[in-house]
């Protein structure tokens, strides 16, 4: 027998069978460099508020199976942080216990985040039901999370706020306390709770071995499909496209994706030819990687600001033939910013089209014209010859093996199928924003670092390869209407 720990409890609060595969162990490993960074900074951000309890005790590294007694009861400890314990069925870990003098605890959760999240109470619920098991009253809730106001060398103290969520807490952990037996259960037995549709079944790890296993065009499967139209949709029974009654309330995109599926056909607006005709040559092509980290990389930056760190530009003509390669990556060592505008307006000249898709590019383009006054009129023109060929797509075109998707990584196996990122070192913009801040906390030797900004541009460079193969494609479509 193993024990509850919270991520199973709370899993087991969202959907009983994902708790149940949480604790069987069956949830996929989260792996890549991304996860790496989160997993490294959220240990640093921990550490960090360690400095706040000069006096505390460390207890990482233990499991104490009696609360009640060691470090608990011991007069002469006041803090104890990474505290990690056991009662009956359930395991805990506190970021920080405080006594108090009528012998009750504080307790402090530390947050990454700059902002209140509703699952910061739910943990710290948990670990104070747990200790209510062992007879530990926790008279305090306190959440510790980062100021954004705070910049590399200021005082540690300035770099944590503090939230009071004694209440919530308190209701939370009575209600947790009341279903902990239930949940224990649930969670022991041999055999799986027994499935059922929901809406949160459509960003699950375990859909496809779950809800999603036998079924053929699942309703997650239509673009966009609101919160509300998800449980109506359950609610009749309707697990698949083809179970769509013909008069339930659709988007007209979603009307067309389930027309689709249901003919084996492929969506072509009458609008596609004119909005791909707007598109004016010169056409370039443009794609940004950026990084966020939790602590900030440069001085005068705050926690948690997402930094431009690479492009990549392709300019071509109008049969798809690229005239010329424009590729950056910023010295990791310092904030590029406004060399990277500078480079911008350097190779965007001032005629042309300037296809992205999405629209982060135009938003970053826009900060950028903010953050840099001299450089604004130039950079707001060349916003403002910005096209967003995902919501030409979008709009314009449908293929059942977008899936109701309309993202370049769904969008390219489906009309491209000969073009793929499987082969590239990084091939997904978490792991190159990570990458790239690995580089900047100085974690790789001069080989790693060089070896790493090769992968970023060869990353990037796929992305506009991408988008003028795609651009083309609907080009060759639109020739034949």
Not at 135 to 162: C, H, P, W
Not at 338 to 365: H, M, P, Q
Request: net charge neutral.
């Amino acid at each position: 027998m193993g024990y509850i720990n919270k991520i199973a409890f709370i899993n087991y609060l969202n959907c009983p069978t994902l708790g149940w595969m949480t604790k069987k162990g069956m949830l996929p490993k989260l792996t890549g460099l991304n996860n790496e960074l989160l997993i490294l900074e959220n240990k640093n951000v921990h550490k960090m508020s360690w400095q706040l309890f000069p006096d505390a005790v460390n207890a990482r590294g233990l499991k104490v199976f009696d609360p009640s007694k060691g470090l608990i009861s011991n007069p002469n400890v006041k803090t104890i942080y990474e505290f990690s314990f056991v009662v009956g069925n359930y395991s805990a870990r506190a970021d920080i216990l405080q006594k108090f003098d009528n012998n009750s605890w504080h307790l402090f959760k530390v947050k990454s985040g700059s902002k209140y999240k509703v699952k910061y109470v739910q943990d710290m619920s948990f670990v104070a039901m747990v200790l209510s098991k062992a007879g530990i009253k926790v008279s305090k809730a306190v959440i510790l999370y980062l100021s954004n106001g705070y910049r590399l060398g200021m005082d540690i103290s300035q770099l944590f706020k503090e939230l009071d969520c004694t209440e919530k807490v308190e209701l939370k952990a009575q209600e947790f306390l009341s279903i902990s037996d239930k949940a224990f259960e649930v969670l022991e037995s041999e055999n799986m709770p027994r499935p059922y549709l929901k809406r949160g079944c459509k960003n699950c790890p375990m859909f496809d071995n779950c809800m999603g296993k036998n079924a053929k065009r699942h309703i997650f499967d239509l673009p966009r499909l609101s919160v509300l139209a998800i449980e109506e949709l359950i609610a009749l029974g309707a697990d698949t496209v083809d179970k769509v009654p013909e008069n339930f309330e659709l988007t007209e995109m979603q009307k067309i994706a389930r027309n689709c599926v249901l003919t084996d056909t492929t969506y072509v607006s009458e609008n596609l030819k004119t909005e791909i005709e707007n598109i004016k040559q010169p056409f370039y092509y443009l794609d940004f990687e950026s990084v966020t980290t939790i602590m900030p990389l440069y001085e005068g930056i705050a926690p948690h600001t997402q930094l431009l760190t690479q492009f990549s530009l392709d300019k071509t003509d109008g049969v798809g033939s690229i005239l010329n390669h424009y590729e950056y990556i910023a010295n990791h060592t310092k904030d590029c910013r406004r060399e990277i505008a500078e480079k911008l307006i350097e190779y965007l000249g001032e005629d042309g089209s300037i296809v992205t898709y999405a629209n982060f590019e135009r938003i970053s383009i826009f900060k950028l014209a903010s953050l840099f006054p001299d450089l604004c009129e130039k950079l707001n023109k060349i916003a403002d010859r910005i096209v967003d060929l995902e919501l030409i797509v979008r709009k314009n075109y449908y293929n059942v093996n977008f899936y109701g998707r309309s993202s370049i990584k769904k969008v390219l196996p489906a009309l491209i199928p000969e073009m793929s990122y499987k082969d590239l070192e990084i091939s997904e913009g978490g792991d190159a924003a990570a990458a790239f801040a690995f580089m900047a906390m100085g974690l790789y030797d001069e080989k790693k670092i060089e070896e790493t900004k090769e992968n970023l541009l060869k990353y990037c460079a796929q992305d506009t390869l991408a988008m003028v193969r795609i651009h083309q494609f609907l080009i060759r479509i639109c020739s034949h209407k």
